[in-house]
């Protein structure tokens, strides 16, 4: 009887769509179970039995390396087994739709499917119409909830705590499923968020869901504990939101000369993959503020955590 | 000696003669005969007692999807989803597959209307062959088959010029233009309204914009043509705005808003149904007063539903990927009754948008009880407390965004030319 | 219906706590090769008090861990409850166990389930020469075979019934009650 008089706070939710729904309290107990579970990627066998028998279904109808790598890695730590489903080698590439494929894969008996679609809401649509548990890994521009998780768990390891905090969000906003789910996540736990680019890729409203804009550089980077800068996609260029890659990395571009006048301690990250040059030079990703790595390194105990808490909360 | 029916003891209200009394209506060989304070001998006697008797009410904004889309609807199907709606009369739109462009086409959808024999149903003909805005329909030749109004609806008329000479060539056959006010290039890939709502949910936003900047132009172009312009369902209070002033600079324009626009807002979107992705979109709540207040100061004439079914699975998709459109003709008049009546507006001036003010827009002698006038009556239920549910509708598709909601009133008996073609149980 | 009384207050789990060590070093024939790691929370206090003591009596350092037992429970997906949320700190054992006599600790010996999961969890972090089993309380009731080398004291209680340990370090005293049970059917450790 190791834990009696446990935390009273109980993790109810049997799916993860994004961190808007999440109670500041529900963000600690992800957050929490990542800090214990981290112990485990340091053991000589990085595994554990927690989830010995329950099937995972990885399901990337947009392709995407690292988070399918993360995921995959997360539930075989702890001994899900785990199934890849991309688009190329998919039904959904015959004209089966999503909801018919998924629920074939889940009359094979799986528990949990992880979906990434650059469709907003794709795992609501998942989530309304099967019974097992979803997990949102990125829908289009909506949220991307486990790398917001992510990068909160990496801000509050660093600095000790996330609340008081102002954390600034630099790049292509309106695009940006990472964007929002940091948003939401950050000023749940207290923190000030403000974002900054181009005014053409800072959607609409944005101001409603508790964020400050900047449009100059050189008056966000003072204000930063903490700045996320994002992918520019460049295509976006071609239709007609920004003038040239050469203009953006000029007026948007971070690099070691602005950040002089940045906050001691402040903290880079990057969701990735990184244009190097571009949104970042090399000189700030690799540099004494970078903590990219450790980014990815905590988005498998984060990981590991919500596939734990999805699966336990289906009793 | 024709048939007689006497509607007794309700309140009839009869907007275009500026009738709201008790009376009792004889009808005789499918025509009005009387209102009267009397009570004439009739062969059968229908007791509207705590029920409003009504000119056919007119649904002029409908797609019926035939020929083409069967699976959505078909004329049948969608005739009886109008008379348990309480509609008599409705108007087709021209999108269908292939598109009503032609003489034969339109007399096609009137043949089937015969067939299906439950309501009254005029054709609207495309603007331009095949909808494509490029080159003008024959549109005298589907005047002459029976078309009473133009639209390319679904797709704005991109294109001024042309819009101008569809404009200018159905004023000659005396034909509205109904036009689905959009720019394309500002609507983009846009799904949904562009606000606080869509950048929170990251879906591509239609901006208010898209719907203003087309009816700006289109009423500049009435005024320049002289011809008819009718806005389809408006949705922005900027697209209010600019028709409240067309029409104190004479501009030949009238609009139509739609329930689900009055009733609902571009929240209801948070939960990526595509039951409430339609085009124009859901707006906000500024909006939605915006447009009631336009139905209140008459700048908005006509309530019309833009009864657009999709088959289930077609809705059952990632939002993005669902085709706009609900259905409508069977939640029309309990939504607009319980969101507007006291509020909005009062009986009669519900009654016109959805009688007279219709009449006037096809330009159709429609939406009258005043006596030779055909038979065309709706019985209403005003305080009947119900729930809406797409299992019990008669249209083939269930893609309503009132599924579920509790509403007040609705009409209990459709009668079209002296026989009842519809009667609630 | 039951209600809240003592069983054992500071002087006897002083003493409790030194019998357990003595038996230990006794048992083992010294204190060389020993490791403790406890059982979050309470098991982790009665652990360093343990090597405590044997660190004063034997003068050799017996290195504590401390483990959360969460990963290796059983009841993921039935609880109708929800998971349970492992505690923040994890386990930390920053030691080798193998080859090693690993003295597990527990405060209430019960179902034998938490044990059966920590067992588990010490042989996927080494090999221990041996595993050693010490409670404060047994208040039996086991489900699984698993019987403990040492013990405070064996109690019977009702199934109605909690014990409940509480420890200086995060109570405001030392001392042992009965509780009524606050769920029913939820089991002791």
Redesign the interface.
Do not use: A, K, R
């Given at each position: 009887m190791a834990q009696l008089g446990e935390p009273a706070l109980e993790w109810t939710r049997k799916h993860l769509l994004g961190l808007e729904d999440l109670s500041a309290e529900e963000l600690d107990i992800i957050l929490d179970t990542a800090e214990s579970f981290r112990e485990v990627s340091t053991r000589k066998r990085k595994k554990v039995p927690t989830l010995t028998g329950k099937v995972v279904v990885l399901m990337f109808v947009e392709p995407s390396t690292r988070t399918v790598t993360s995921f995959s890695l997360a539930a075989g730590r702890l001994s899900a087994d785990t199934v890849s489903f991309s688009k190329g080698g998919s039904s959904i590439s015959k004209g089966e739709t999503l909801v018919d494929t998924a629920r074939n894969i889940q009359a094979m008996g799986c528990d949990v499917i992880v979906l990434r679609h650059s469709a907003p809401g794709a795992p609501h649509l998942l989530a309304r119409n099967l019974e097992c548990s979803v997990v949102n890994a990125g829908d289009g521009a909506h949220e991307h909830p486990t790398q917001g998780l992510l990068d909160m768990f990496t801000i509050r390891e660093r600095k000790g705590h996330i609340e008081g905090l102002t954390v600034g969000i630099c790049g292509d906003i309106k695009y940006s499923r990472v964007a929002r789910s940091n948003i939401w996540g950050l000023t749940k736990l207290g923190a000030r968020v403000v974002v900054c680019g181009p005014a053409t890729l800072i959607p609409d409203g944005i101001e409603e869901m508790g964020v400050e804009v900047f449009h100059d550089l050189d008056e966000f980077i003072p204000q930063c504990d903490v700045i996320n800068i994002l992918r520019i996609q460049l295509e976006r260029q071609k239709s007609g939101l920004f003038p040239s890659i050469r203009e953006y990395a000029r007026v948007f571009g971070i690099n070691s000369e602005r950040l002089e006048r940045a906050k001691d301690g402040l903290l880079i990250m990057h969701p990735g993959p990184m244009n190097r040059g571009i949104e970042i030079t090399p000189a700030v990703a690799d540099g004494p503020h970078s903590v990219v790595l450790d980014q990815v390194t905590n988005g498998l105990a984060v990981r590991m955590a919500v596939l734990y808490l999805v699966c336990g909360a289906k009793g | 000696m024709a048939k007689t029916t006497l509607i007794e003891n309700g309140r009839v209200i009869c907007p275009g003669q500026g009738i709201d009394k008790r009376l009792n209506l004889l009808l005789a060989g499918g025509t009005v005969a009387e209102l009267t304070e009397g009570r004439p001998e009739a062969d059968e006697t229908i007791d509207a007692t705590g029920l409003i008797v009504a000119p056919g009410l007119i649904d002029m904004h409908v797609h019926l999807r035939e020929p083409g889309m069967e699976g959505a609807e078909t004329i049948a199907t969608g005739s009886a989803a109008a008379v348990a709606g309480g509609f008599t009369t409705i108007a087709c739109m021209p999108n269908t597959e292939p598109a009503v462009d032609n003489e034969a086409g339109t007399e096609f959808i009137l043949l089937q209307a015969e067939r299906a024999a439950l309501a009254r149903i005029y054709p609207v003909g495309a603007v331009t062959k095949g909808r494509l805005g490029r080159e003008l329909a024959e549109i005298g030749q589907v005047s002459r088959a029976g078309a009473v109004a133009f639209s390319d609806d679904g797709s704005p008329i991109h294109n001024a010029e042309i819009m101008r000479r569809g404009l200018e060539y159905a004023r000659m056959f005396d034909r509205v233009v109904i036009e689905h006010c959009e720019d394309p290039d500002l609507s983009g890939e846009g799904v949904m309204n562009?606000?606080?709502?869509?950048?929170?949910?990251?879906?591509p936003?239609i901006?208010s914009a898209s719907e203003e900047v087309a009816i700006a132009r289109n009423i500049i172009l009435a005024r320049l043509t002289g011809a008819r312009l009718h806005v389809a369902h408006v949705s922005t209070a900027g697209g209010v705005e600019l028709i409240r002033r067309g029409k104190a600079a004479g501009a030949h324009v009238t609009a139509e808003v739609t329930p689900h626009h009055l009733a609902l807002t571009d929240e209801c979107v948070r939960?990526?149904?595509p039951v409430f992705k339609m085009n124009p979109p859901l707006r906000t709540a500024d909006d939605v007063a915006a447009l009631r207040d336009g139905l209140r100061d008459g700048t908005i004439d006509v309530i019309a539903s833009d009864h657009a079914p999709h088959p289930p699975?077609s809705k059952?998709?990632?939002?993005?990927?669902a085709p706009f459109g609900v259905i409508g003709l069977e939640s029309l008049l309990p939504v607009a009754i319980t969101e507007l009546i006291d509020e909005v507006l009062d009986w009669p001036g519900l009654i016109a948008t959805l009688t007279v003010a219709p009449a006037a827009v096809l330009g159709i002698d429609r939406g009258t009880l005043r006596p030779g006038a055909d038979a065309d009556v709706t019985l209403i239920r005003p305080d009947q407390r119900w729930t809406l549910d797409v299992e019990r509708f008669r249209s083939r598709s269930r893609n309503c965004p009132f599924h579920g909601r509790e509403v007040t009133g609705r009409a209990v008996r459709t009668i079209v030319g002296g026989n009842t073609r519809f009667r609630a149980d | 219906m039951a209600e809240t009384r003592q069983l054992f207050d500071a002087t006897w789990i002083g003493r409790a706590i030194n019998r357990i060590a003595h038996q230990i070093v006794e048992q083992n024939e010294g204190a060389e090769g020993l490791v403790a790691v406890g059982l979050h929370t309470h098991g982790v206090f009665l652990a360093r008090r343990i090597a405590a003591t044997i660190e004063d009596e034997e003068g050799v350092e017996v290195p504590v861990g401390t483990m959360d037992i969460t990963l290796y429970r059983d009841d993921v997906g039935i609880r109708s409850r929800g998971p349970h949320l492992p505690r923040r700190e994890g386990t930390d054992i920053p030691f080798d166990i193998s080859d090693r006599t690993v003295i597990l600790v527990d405060d209430v010996l019960h179902t034998g389930r938490s044990i059966r999961a920590a067992l588990d969890q010490l042989m996927d972090l080494g090999r221990p020469r041996k595993i050693q089993l010490a409670g404060l309380i047994d208040r039996g009731g086991r489900e699984l075979p698993i019987r403990p080398d040492y013990v405070g004291r064996k109690v019977t209680i009702g199934d109605d019934e909690n014990v409940r340990v509480m420890l200086t370090e995060s109570d405001e005293a030392d001392v042992v009650t009965v509780v009524p049970r606050e769920q029913p059917g939820k089991p002791q450790g």
């Open positions: - | 562009e606000g606080t709502m869509s950048t929170i949910l990251g879906l936003g901006p939960t990526y149904d699975e059952q998709v990632e939002f993005s990927q | -």
